[in-house]
């Protein structure tokens, strides 16, 4: 990954566009805030990412109508040169954690929120897990 590549460029290929409901979204917020926690306290900088899909498209009325669609959130994790080195997002049928590393070609599936952030950490040159 290049340091210009934004969040959207590197979201785990296939499961950028899992639509999910606000239930889903929230059980996915509280798993990824265990692995951004657990990173955090190593001084790791990371954010969860929330995206909303809005189609506004209009029929002829003073106001348009829409469609709003949540995705599956994010963690979007900032390494120690300050890139985005790793994404972390959840399996949408086995409840896994998929953690996708700048520096891998594919995602790894882990359990544990500790078994993502040593993953994570691992991945770094120099890094204690």
Request: proline share 6%.
């Amino acid at each position: 990954m290049t340091s210009g590549q934004t969040a959207a460029e590197s979201r785990i290929e296939g499961h950028e566009d899992d639509e999910v409901t606000d239930a889903t979204a929230e059980r996915h917020d509280k798993a990824l805030a265990a692995v951004q926690r657990l990173l955090s306290v190593r001084g790791v900088r990371s954010c969860v990412v929330h995206r909303v899909n809005l189609k506004l498209f209009g029929d002829g009325r003073p106001y348009p109508l829409g469609q709003r669609r949540r995705l599956a959130p994010e963690l979007a994790v900032t390494g120690p040169r300050g890139w985005h080195d790793a994404t972390v997002s959840m399996g949408p049928r086995s409840g896994c954690y998929l953690v996708s590393l700048s520096s891998g070609s594919s995602p790894e599936t882990v359990r544990e929120p500790q078994q993502a952030a040593d993953l994570i950490l691992s991945s770094w040159p120099g890094a204690r897990a």
